[in-house]
């Protein structure tokens, strides 16, 4: 991170996962008026992260993965969500075709890729922080009339969608949650100021007596 310093132009990133679940996503880039570095830093606590991750697993049970494709949801590093059960929670580098999507591919654009057994057509989107990716055996796509292909397609655009509204609901109840606490401890600190100030008083008045 700290080399950052030495090459201004230059941004370092980072996605650190804890063993509570929760996570943390960094960004450090070199000063140029001076010498220093600039961090920046998101945490997200490992309830919203778990609740997240439960509900768009949810919205992928209903796909079948032989007619509408493997459908992969990852946070850059590790399989979040997917209709193959069997992916979730494994990293990205296990998992060839979706690597090689990673590498290859371009957003929104269909393109091929080889693993050591066969041909995948597929393609990858991003949802802020998240990345989609949509792949289908070579031989399955060949088997499929174009009509299967573009439902498909339209079921993933249908998708992305949802997990955009589901992320943006699932934030504004953190914030409003938050706000909430913070409320109370003002609340709180006025009170406390408030009795201070009181405690304050009787002790002048008694002296003076």
Same mark, same amino acid.
Request: charged fraction near 25%; hydrophobic fraction near 35%; include cysteine.
């Given at each position: 991170m700290l080399d950052v310093a030495k090459y201004p132009? #230059?941004?370092?990133?980072?996605?650190? &996962? $804890?063993? &509570?679940?929760?996570?943390?996503? /960094?960004a450090s880039q070199g000063r140029i008026d001076k010498t220093g570095v600039i961090v920046g830093f998101h945490h997200t606590n490992a309830e919203y992260a778990k609740n997240y991750n439960l509900t768009v697993q949810s919205l992928l049970s209903g796909y079948d993965t032989y007619r509408d494709g493997i459908i992969a949801i990852t946070d850059g590093h590790k399989i979040v969500a997917s209709n193959d059960e069997s992916m979730v929670g494994k990293n990205? #580098?296990?998992?060839?075709?979706?690597?090689?999507? !990673?590498?290859n591919g371009k957003i929104g654009k269909l393109v091929r890729v080889q693993n050591k057994f066969e041909g995948y057509y597929g393609s990858?989107?991003?949802?802020?922080?998240?990345?989609?990716?949509?792949? /289908?055996?070579?031989?399955?796509? $060949?088997?499929?009339?174009? !009509?299967?292909? /573009?439902?498909?397609?339209a079921m993933y655009i249908t998708l992305l969608?949802?997990?955009?509204?589901?992320?943006?609901?699932?934030e504004r109840k953190y914030l409003v949650e938050?706000?909430?606490?913070?409320?109370?401890?003002?609340?709180? /600190?006025?009170?406390?100021?408030?009795r201070q100030n009181r405690q304050t008083l009787q002790r002048r008045n008694f002296y003076s007596e």
């Amino acid at each position: 991170m700290l080399d950052v310093a030495k090459y201004p132009k #230059k941004t370092y990133t980072a996605h650190i &996962d $804890f063993a &509570d679940g929760s996570y943390v996503n /960094l960004a450090s880039q070199g000063r140029i008026d001076k010498t220093g570095v600039i961090v920046g830093f998101h945490h997200t606590n490992a309830e919203y992260a778990k609740n997240y991750n439960l509900t768009v697993q949810s919205l992928l049970s209903g796909y079948d993965t032989y007619r509408d494709g493997i459908i992969a949801i990852t946070d850059g590093h590790k399989i979040v969500a997917s209709n193959d059960e069997s992916m979730v929670g494994k990293n990205v #580098k296990e998992n060839e075709v979706v690597r090689k999507l !990673r590498n290859n591919g371009k957003i929104g654009k269909l393109v091929r890729v080889q693993n050591k057994f066969e041909g995948y057509y597929g393609s990858m989107d991003k949802s802020r922080d998240y990345y989609i990716y949509v792949y /289908l055996p070579e031989c399955t796509v $060949f088997e499929i009339v174009p !009509r299967n292909i /573009l439902y498909a397609l339209a079921m993933y655009i249908t998708l992305l969608i949802i997990i955009q509204l589901i992320k943006q609901s699932s934030e504004r109840k953190y914030l409003v949650e938050q706000n909430k606490r913070e409320k109370e401890y003002k609340e709180k /600190l006025m009170e406390s100021a408030k009795r201070q100030n009181r405690q304050t008083l009787q002790r002048r008045n008694f002296y003076s007596e």
